[in-house]
């Protein structure tokens, strides 16, 4: 199995005490090397203009890329969003990674693919930088799957404990995307009501706090993976967060390593069934470091249909 990853996401930085730091993705990339030596480590490229401007305007990309910062000093976009010195070339290699990725799985690579890589992305919309995300990698990802390989249904799963806005934003009004997401209500960014159905593309399942394992299965198993069984993707996109872990500090829902384990198998299952077993896993969210590794190692793990 292949990893995507690259040493400038490490150093974005948005600073001293923030949520969103390099050393979660310190955390997921030793963890992954030490219980899988086997993996196969590809340095992400950078995603070009082109591949961004597919799903994201010309102002984002002007302000993410372009904007000076005097002194090398960090500027806010928002109360949770930083852009530092480095963070215009971590994005394009989080977003490249996706690219990437959905090329080796669609060509002559392995079929699964995962990308341990940050800025996380799915809170980024068309125009707005926002929840720690600069660009949606996701996103990029699935439409360069459908521009460039010509795909008719992709599907993004997202499993984060936060709705990915953007993602769902995105592809509200495109059919051949279909989003689904389990996320804890409420909680930031206060979208993902289950009557939020796109153009019959989108799938939410809100979970109460303090959730637990069973009623996140029950969501997943009931509602979820039925719908995206029917979709018959030919293609699997995971926005992976690690959030909904119980030891995550920024919501509540209270799951186990071995939760994302089980849900990971049922993916590919499908992923087996309808898209010849092609899924590209991307990291978004997660704030405990020890929940990172176990998380991370789990997903992985089952995506390579290997024990550490
Ligand atoms: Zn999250």
């Known amino acids: 199995m292949r990893i995507y990853s690259h040493p400038a996401c490490l150093l974005h930085d948005p600073g001293a005490g923030h949520a969103e730091q390099p050393a979660r993705l310190r955390s997921v990339i030793d963890a992954l090397r030490e ?3 086997a993996l196969d480590w590809h340095d992400a490229p950078c995603a070009s203009r082109g591949q961004l401007l597919r799903v994201h305007d010309d102002g984002l990309l002007a302000l993410v890329l372009d904007t000076p910062l005097p002194d090398g000093q960090p500027i806010p976009l928002d109360p949770d969003t930083v852009l530092g010195p480095h963070s ?13 990725a959905v090329d080796a799985v669609l060509g002559t690579g392995p079929a699964t693919v995962f990308c341990a890589v940050r800025p996380p992305g799915h809170h980024a919309t068309d125009t707005v930088a926002m929840g720690f995300c600069l660009f949606n990698n996701i996103a990029v990802a699935a439409a360069h799957a459908i521009e460039r390989h010509g795909l008719a249904r992709v599907a993004v799963v997202d499993f984060d404990v936060h709705h990915g806005n953007g993602t769902q934003a995105i592809f509200a009004s495109d059919p051949r995307v279909m989003y689904l997401s389990s996320h804890q209500m409420p909680l930031y960014p206060d979208s993902g009501h289950a009557d939020e159905r796109g153009v019959g593309n989108v799938v939410n399942a809100p979970l109460a706090p303090g959730s637990g394992s069973e009623a996140f299965r029950h969501a997943w198993r009931d509602t979820l993976l039925p719908a995206l069984d029917g ?24 799951l186990e390593a071995t939760d994302f384990e089980w849900l990971t198998g049922e993916l590919l299952a499908i992923a087996r069934r309808h898209g010849g077993g092609r899924v590209v896993s991307m990291l978004e969210g997660g704030y405990d470091l020890q929940a990172l590794r176990e998380c991370s190692v789990a997903h992985v793990g089952a995506l390579a249909g290997a024990r550490p």
Do not use: C, K, T
């Open 88 to 100: 215009a070339e971590a994005a394009l290699r989080a977003a490249g990674a996706g690219v990437a």
């Open 231 to 254: 979709f018959r993707p030919q293609l699997l996109l995971v926005s992976a967060g690690f959030d909904a872990h119980r030891r995550d500090p920024l919501a509540q829902i209270e």
């Open 35 to 37: 219980a899988f030596p």
